[in-house]
Every structure is written in structure tokens, then in C-alpha cells.
């Protein structure tokens, strides 16, 4: 039971480089989203999912983009990587709605982003 | 601007102790979660909450939602070193669920 992975641990880039940051569940959760964590600002969401080619933008979509092609996979693209991008990076999945209630997130380990 | 206005940011107190954390909205949310998260790992789920008034009861921790679900907070009773850690409340928005900034909680025995 692996829950969900992330790949890469870390990272440094360079300004305008381009990388993909890779997120897989096994759990068959219908929902992920991408957040990233900056200090003093807890996690702030980049973009989400509710389902196999469907997404959509969070709090700060710009700078980055998603695709998800299988209920498993959910990776995050940046395109022209900048310093403001240096980050925690977080992935997480969850079944949604249960009823009236909803279910948790569950979170991978985190890739820490540096763009210098 | 946040949806969710978490406080205090920061809180250090001593063992046995007790404490409380407030989130507060402007927005009614369908469900509201509290996550603890420490460092280097993702958050982990402590509790979601759904109705207007209800409390729920983990241990030592007390959490409560607001009578109109724009609010709640995470009361923790004879704090130890172990509750140390970050403190999130999320709120499902939509299909979304958002952050507050995070209380970080450090416990000094």
C-alpha cells in the first residue's frame, strides 16, 4: 500500500528550464489536487481534479500545467521554471464525498523545488 | 487574500498547558478538516467536521465547528511535547479544498 508517490524528492533548476513533477496514486481516489507550501503560507492550491480528464485551476494555476490521462496519474508541469517557483511541492488524493461528508486528503512525501 | 484566516500564526508554550487554535471565514463550507503536519512530511488528517455545532473528540484534542459552518477551532488540553507541530485547517469549497496558513505549535517540556 503505497498511497501516493512523488518523484522527484528535489530538485534545483534553472531559470526557464521546464520539468514535470510526477504524482501517482493506487488507492482508485477520484480526486487530486497539486499544492505548494511556502513559509507563513500554508498550502496553497495549484490545480485539481475530479476525475480522469477533468481539471481545473486552484489559487495559483499560473506557471503551471496539468493533465490527467488515468485515475492513477496526475502530474504537474512547469513550463519556463522561475525563482518564484521555488517551493514544497505536495500531491494529494481523496475518495471526495461520502454523503454530507468528505473524505481526507491523502498526501505525498513533497518535492522541494529550488529554481536558481 | 485567504479564505481561511487561521490563529495565532505561532504559539510556544510548556508542557500541560493548555491551548486553542481558531479558523475563521467569511464563506460557509460544506465540510471542514483539521490536518497536523510535521517537518518534511505532508499533512495528515485529524478530523473533518460537517454540521453546524459539532464537536468531535480525538484524545486530548477538542475540535468544534461554528453554528453557521464559517468557522472552527482545534482546543488541545494538557499539551506534551509530541502535539508539537503545524496546524491546518482546510475547508471544501466547491470541489476544493483550501488552506488556511497553518498555526505552528511548539510544545517545550
Known amino acids: 500500500n503505497a498511497g501516493v508517490t512523488q518523484t522527484p524528492k528535489f530538485q534545483v533548476l534553472k531559470t526557464g528550464q521546464s520539468m514535470t513533477l510526477q504524482c501517482a496514486q493506487d488507492m482508485n481516489h477520484e480526486y487530486m489536487s497539486w499544492y505548494r507550501q511556502d513559509p507563513g503560507m500554508g498550502l496553497r492550491l495549484i490545480h485539481y481534479?475530479?476525475?480522469?480528464?477533468?481539471?481545473d485551476q486552484g489559487e495559483v494555476p499560473n506557471g503551471y500545467n496539468v493533465s490527467r490521462s488515468t485515475t492513477e496519474d496526475f502530474p504537474l508541469r512547469l513550463l519556463s521554471a522561475a525563482p518564484s517557483q521555488t517551493s514544497v511541492y505536495f500531491c494529494?488524493?481523496?475518495?471526495?464525498?461520502?454523503?454530507?461528508?468528505?473524505?481526507?486528503?491523502?498526501f505525498g512525501s513533497g518535492t522541494r523545488l529550488t529554481v536558481v | 487574500t485567504q479564505l481561511l484566516e487561521q490563529s495565532p500564526q505561532f504559539l510556544s508554550i510548556q508542557e500541560g498547558e493548555n491551548l486553542t487554535v481558531y479558523c475563521n471565514s467569511s464563506?460557509?463550507?460544506?465540510?471542514l478538516q483539521w490536518y497536523r503536519q510535521e517537518p518534511g512530511e505532508g499533512p495528515v488528517l485529524l478530523v473533518t467536521v460537517v454540521t453546524g455545532g459539532e464537536v468531535k473528540k480525538l484524545k486530548r484534542l477538542t475540535f468544534q465547528f461554528g453554528d453557521a459552518r464559517k468557522d472552527s477551532s482545534l482546543h488541545i488540553t494538557a499539551a506534551q511535547p509530541g502535539d508539537t507541530g503545524l496546524y491546518l485547517c482546510?475547508?471544501?469549497?466547491?470541489?476544493?479544498?483550501?488552506f488556511g496558513a497553518g498555526t505552528i505549535l511548539r510544545v517545550k517540556s
Open positions: 464563506s460557509v463550507f460544506s465540510s
Open positions: 481534479s475530479v476525475g480522469a480528464g477533468i481539471t
Open positions: 494529494a488524493s481523496s475518495f471526495g464525498a461520502t454523503g454530507a461528508r468528505w473524505n481526507g486528503y491523502t
Open positions: 482546510a475547508g471544501v469549497y466547491g470541489n476544493k479544498l483550501v
